[in-house]
T-cell receptor, first 113, second 115 residues
Framework: EPEVTQTPSHQVTQMGQEVILRCVPI?????FYWYRQILGQKVEFLVS????????KSEIFDDQFSVERPDGSNFTLKIRSTKLEDSAMYFC???????????FGQGTRLTVV | GNSVTQMEGPVTLSEEAFLTINCTYTATGYPSLFWYVQYPGEGLQLLLKATKADDKGSNKGFEATYRKETTSFHLEKGSVQVSDSAVYFCALSDPYGGATNKLIFGTGTLLAVQP
């Protein structure tokens, strides 16, 4: 069964550092998403990406965040100058079309210390 | 705006007990409704879905009915197993709202089934 792969599974970083979270989407999928879940809170939409550009972003997704698909396979989320409140589980998801099932990766747990 | 509210956990049940996890939603338009499950150490997996009022989604013995009049999508299972222990997320998407069909999730409910 096809799957979405995220790396690393867990990352610990110092406050102020930059981190890059990676996702390998399912090969024929066209829409890519990042979500995050702060411990004990809701899973929140961050950003969606289609046709090599951001198609929608939430108010959380400010200038600290960026996404790209640099090599046509990996889909990355970069967080610049991390803050303590960025500690969360980050999920990548992909779909083959607008109204089709979203497939999620297993998540990256980011801990900012 | 669109939102999802689901019951607080954890829910602890004995094997073969009946399960209900409540989920209600607020939405403009005509959302599709979903239940996702996250087993320990794994990603979110789609459990079932319903795309219009009165639809019933079902999978692996779980069921949920899209109730527009009560804006609810409660998850039920007649007889839970230890292997059902996981976190369950209710979610909605509005296929005609926003550019990209994003999902809006509830907080998740941890289910622990004891032998």
């Amino acid at each position: 069964e096809p799957e979405v792969t995220q790396t690393p599974s867990h990352q610990v970083t110092q406050m102020g550092q930059e981190v890059i979270l990676r996702c390998v989407p399912i090969s024929n999928h066209l829409y890519f998403y990042w979500y995050r879940q702060i411990l004990g809170q809701k899973v929140e939409f961050l950003v969606s990406f289609y046709n090599n550009e951001i198609s929608e972003k939430s108010e959380i997704f400010d200038d600290q965040f960026s996404v790209e698909r640099p090599d046509g396979s990996n889909f990355t989320l970069k967080i610049r100058s991390t803050k303590l409140e960025d500690s969360a589980m980050y999920f990548c998801a992909t779909t083959g079309g607008r109204n089709t099932e979203a497939f999620f990766g297993q998540g990256t747990r980011l801990t900012v210390v | 705006g669109n939102s999802v509210t689901q019951m607080e956990g954890p829910v602890t049940l004995s094997e073969e007990a009946f399960l209900t996890i409540n989920c209600t939603y607020t939405a403009t338009g005509y959302p599709s409704l979903f239940w996702y499950v996250q087993y320990p150490g794994e990603g979110l997996q789609l459990l079932l879905k319903a795309t219009k009022a009165d639809d019933k989604g079902s999978n692996k013995g779980f069921e949920a009915t899209y109730r527009k009049e009560t804006t609810s999508f409660h998850l039920e299972k007649g007889s839970v197993q230890v292997s059902d222990s996981a976190v369950y997320f209710c979610a909605l998407s509005d296929p005609y709202g926003g550019a990209t069909n994003k999902l809006i999730f509830g907080t998740g409910t941890l289910l622990a089934v004891q032998p």
